[in-house]
Structures are given as C-alpha cells and as structure tokens.
C-alpha cells in the first residue's frame, strides 16, 4: 500500500480563505445593498496581519492586485467613446491642474497655521489630489455610467491624472533632493510621444484588423491568449518608457474597439478582471494599521471628512466650469472625491526620502484606506441629494 503525503501550498490555503471571506462578507453587504469594493478591502483587512494574519504574503496579494488596475482600463478602453473622450481635452487636462493646485493650496491653508515647511506641503497636496481609478471605475460600472457625459468627463480626468503621476513624481524627486536621470526623462518624453501617435493612429483609423482575426474568432482558447497579451503586452511598453501600465492597456482597449472584437476578448478577460480587482482591494484593507487606526480614528475621520468635502467642491468647481450643470457637477465631483491608490506611492515616497515622519505616513495610508471604503457611501449620498 502506498501512502501519499500531500502538502498545500500555503498561498493556495491563502487564496480559498481570501475567496471564502469575500463571499461571507460579500452577501451579507449585498443584503444591506453595499458594493462589493467595500467586501473586498474588508477581507483585506480581516486576514491580513493586524487581522487573523492567515494570510500574510502582502507582497503578492499588492502585486496581484495590481494586475486588476490594468485589466480594468482595458475594459474601459474597449467601452469608451474615443471621439468623445478627445472632446473632454480640456476638462481632463486643466481640470486636473486645478484639482492639483487647489488641493496645494488647501493644504497649505492648514499648513501655514501648523508651521509646515513647503516640501510637505507640496506632498500631502499631490497625496490628496489624486482619485482611485479603481474606485471610480467600479462605481461607474456599477451605476451603468461609464458611457454617460459625466462618466465620460470622469473617465478623462482620472486618464489625464494618470499621465500627471509621472512629473509629479519628478517633483517629488527634486523636493527631496533626488533628481531624476536625464536620460529617465527622455524616455518618458518618447513615451508620451508615442502614446500621441497611437492616439493619433486610433482616430484616424475606422476599423482595425488583427492578423489571423478570423481563426482567432473561433477558438475561444486561442482568445484568452490574444487577450491576455494585448492587454498586457501593450502595459509593458507604456511602463518601458516610465509611464503608467494602466495607460498602455487603455489604449490596448481602445484598439481592440476598433478591431470590433470586444465580444470574445470581454468573454475571455472578464472572470480575470473580477479576482484581480479584488485582490486590488484586499491589498488596501491590508495595509491598514488597526491598532494605529483605534488610537487615532477621530483624527483620522476628521481628514477623512476634509478630504471628501475639499475634493468634492473642487472637482464640482471644475465640472461646472466645463459646462456641467450644478447638479451633475457636484456629483461628478463627490465620484472624484476620495483618495487614489497612486498617493500611496507618493506617502511611501515622502516617508522613505524622510519628508514625513512614521506617523504622518501611517495617518495617509489610514486616510486613503478610510476614504477608499467610505467613497461608496459619499456618492450615494450626493447622487440621492442632487438627483432626487
């Protein structure tokens, strides 16, 4: 008789609790009709390591996750309305110099009275000026509004601050001292000519054809492949030049629309985009710091509750600027309201270079999480105040 020991890889154990979580969380907030963004960073939190800690790996949940930023401006890119998001240049363009230089100068209100030097000021600024790509899309999605004007306009504004992350970053890079190689910055201005170009080709082109296009379309395994390596393949190049990945595989998307093959490469992706998503979220509710979040919660849903209500007037200001009306505009802003999973990076920045202490980056990462869970609410909100 032979006798066969198996042994369980511990990221698989990992992966089942993670799913079993969100499914036991998931329906109890779909019987109190909450998005499942909310499950997701609560799974997150339950069995990171200020949780349960089963599940522990956070670098590969992060990574994963990441995966799931990408996957979902493919899907907008196939969805979106290239004529009209051309249209919007001006909102997502000035718009988020605005965006960007208000929420300087909101912080640097608080931070002339608590003796702030600049450098930290520029930081939190860029900190708060940034909106979740993951969080908007999805609630977008969810709405059915991904394809309506304020969708659209939206759409825009979080592509535009997208593209803004990178000389932001260069910013940052001066503030601490730290300039970037000239040779880094003459990549990442090739790349943003080649992203023109490729925007250029798309407008220009009415219909796309893909080599093999005709035996791609009846082999549905051949089809996860073809699409599983354009969007990614085209991540890859716009992260070459020291650009976003998202950006490459929006545009991924937008070729794929007008290749008319959104059909199968939905299909294909679909169930892909789904767990990464997820597993996006569940890295944020990881990062929270439960002990420092009981000893600081008042504080930190003061700035919670600043950063919602400044981010929403400012973002409103914009709208209605660009021709919104009232209505729309205060809730297109209320949808940009919340923090972006990219100020992440410029709190680990600040933290690591030295120009914020442990605690102040503790508070942002706090903050952004905070804000990331209660974003769902802040839109229904709005939305049942201004359209009812």
């Known amino acids: 008789m032979i006798i066969v020991s198996a042994v369980v890889d511990p990221i698989l154990i990992s992966l089942v609790l993670l799913a079993v979580s969100i499914i036991v969380v998931g329906l109890v907030l779909r019987k109190l009709k909450q998005p499942y963004i909310i499950a997701y960073i609560l799974a997150g939190l339950l069995l990171g390591s200020d949780g349960l800690a089963i599940v522990t790996d956070q670098s590969l949940i992060t990574s994963l996750g990441s995966f799931g930023l990408i996957l979902l401006l493919f899907f907008i890119g196939m969805e979106i309305c290239l004529p009209s998001l051309i249209a919007n240049w001006r909102i997502s363009i000035f718009g988020t110099l605005a965006q960007v230089n208000f929420s300087i100068g909101a912080v ?14 520029v930081m939190l ?21 991904t394809t309506t004007k304020i969708g659209q306009s939206v759409i825009a504004i979080l592509l535009a601050q997208d593209i803004f992350v990178v000389p932001m970053l260069i910013i940052l890079g001066y503030l601490t001292g730290e300039k970037p190689e000239l040779s880094e910055m ?10 023109v170009v490729a925007m250029f080709f798309l407008i220009k082109k009415d219909k796309v054809k893909f080599p093999f296009h005709e035996t791609i379309e009846q082999d549905r395994e051949l089809q996860v492949f073809v699409a599983f390596a354009l969007c990614f393949g085209f991540a890859i190049i716009t992260a070459f030049f020291g650009l976003s990945a998202a950006l490459g595989s929006f545009i991924a998307g937008i070729l794929v629309s007008k290749a008319k093959s959104t059909a199968w490469v939905h299909e294909s992706l679909h169930s892909f985009r789904v767990v990464f998503v997820a597993l996006f979220f569940v890295s944020v509710g990881m990062l929270i710091d439960v002990q420092f979040l009981k000893e600081n919660i008042i504080l930190i849903l003061q700035f919670v509750g600043i950063v919602f209500i400044t981010n929403n007037l400012i973002n409103a200001v914009v709208a209605k600027y660009f021709g919104q009306s009232w209505k729309n505009a205060i809730y297109a802003g209320a949808i940009l309201a919340q923090i972006g999973e990219f100020s992440f990076i410029f709190g680990m920045t600040g933290f690591t270079s030295g120009l914020i202490t442990d605690f102040t980056y503790q508070l942002i990462v706090s903050i952004i999480s905070i804000s990331l869970i209660l974003s769902p609410f802040w839109v229904a909100i709005m939305h049942k105040l201004t359209h009812n």
């Open 186 to 195: 003459l990549l990442q201005l090739a790349g943003g000519v080649v992203l």
């Open 125 to 145: 600024g860029f900190v708060i000026s940034l909106s979740s790509t993951a969080v908007v899309v999805k609630l977008l999605q969810d709405r059915n509004e």
């Open 108 to 121: 640097w209100l608080i931070g002339a009275a608590l003796s702030w030097p600049f450098y930290r000021i």
